[in-house]
């Protein structure tokens, strides 16, 4: 049977979606990569996956399609996979919910906005931080800035992507000096375009992730607040298709995507040079900009817990609260584990 090639978003433009669609062919024969034969991403074969094709969602260059090309952990896969590179988040949640790609990591911020615009999709799993006490995101100032702390933000500008996990960090900063969303000027841009106002001096502040704020940071840019606990999560969300979740043969085939991407990720983190240099190469920037980013970067991947749905919780109820979204948000309906109880992908053998 002919595989089956999902569709890509039809206004690319309008949705900060890139422009290209990579696949990475599940029947490579690349021997020297060292996953290409990982059998223990499946607990079988599965022949009957050989009619999907999935595209997963990868969100601003998170070298997930550059490591599955050196790793070649989709190599033996019954299944083939493409992927769909995004600049942020809130696009990757909406062609989730569309079934334009079936599986994809976004921030915190993402699955609660796309909630209270109740789009189908739920959360699959998450992604944590190995660093913790490294932040992947912040509220820069641009160099001479006289702002010292998160209370000098009242009045200023403040550049955000919208509905992402940088909209949560600002919120949740105003929120620890007692100011709200009325007490400042939030911009909300793209980061691309955020970074053109921060570059020109048209706004004060910035809330973005590494590798941008890193990058900033090397040019003399400083950090105002960082993203760290308990004023923001070091955790990210993988999102699914409902269309691909709510269909059994599918659901299984996905798990075993799900697995593959974590055993590429823990490879990864087991090699932070070969990293930093996939992360180079996809996302365009200089290998020193990348090795800045790859702590950051460092994730493990497990099902959701409590203290997860409890987290995003109380963080949706904030941005109700602050009049960002309009409807309540019930976090507990929106997740649906793909993962086996205990799995960690940190302790994954075969992946060193």
Request: proline share 6%; aromatic share 6%.
């Amino acid at each position: 049977m002919r595989k089956r090639t999902l569709r890509l978003i039809g206004a690319v433009g309008s949705l900060a979606l890139a422009s290209s669609l990579v696949a990475c062919a599940g029947s490579s024969s690349d021997t020297s990569a060292p996953l290409s034969n990982a059998v223990n991403a499946s607990d079988a074969k599965h022949p009957e996956w050989s009619k999907y094709t999935f595209t997963i969602g990868d969100n601003g260059g998170d070298g997930s399609q550059q490591l599955a090309k050196v790793t070649g952990v989709f190599a033996n896969a019954p299944y083939e996979v493409k992927f769909a590179r995004f600049t942020y988040g809130p696009p990757l949640v909406q062609a989730a919910a569309s079934g334009d790609i079936d599986l994809g990591s976004v921030g915190d911020v993402p699955p609660i906005t796309g909630a209270a615009k109740e789009y189908g999709f739920k959360v699959v799993a998450v992604n944590r931080s190995l660093t913790p006490t490294q932040s992947n995101e912040n509220i820069i100032v641009p160099k001479g800035s006289q702002l010292k702390t998160a209370a000098d933000l009242k009045g200023k500008k403040i550049a955000v992507p919208q509905g992402s996990s940088a909209h949560g960090l600002a919120l949740n900063a105003l929120k620890s000096v007692g100011l709200t969303p009325k007490d400042v000027k939030l911009v909300f841009l793209d980061p691309a375009a955020g970074a053109t106002a921060f570059n020109t001096g048209k706004v004060d502040a910035w809330s973005i992730w590494n590798p941008q704020s890193a990058i900033a940071v090397k040019n003399g840019a400083r950090i105002l607040v960082k993203g760290l606990p308990p004023i923001d999560q070091t955790s990210s969300y993988y999102v699914a298709s409902d269309k691909s979740l709510n269909d059994k043969t599918k659901r299984a085939a996905l798990t075993d995507v799900l697995k593959r991407l974590s055993r590429e990720f823990a490879w990864a983190v087991r090699n932070p040079d070969k990293y930093a240099q996939a992360l180079a190469k996809e996302q365009g920037i200089p290998l020193a900009d990348a090795k800045a980013s790859v702590a950051a970067y460092s994730n493990r991947v497990t099902p959701v817990e409590k203290p997860d749905i409890e987290l995003e919780q109380k963080l949706a109820d904030a941005f109700l609260d602050a009049g960002q979204i309009t409807k309540k948000v019930d976090v507990p309906s929106i997740v649906d584990n793909l993962l086996p109880a205990g799995y960690d992908s940190s302790k994954l053998k075969g992946t060193s």
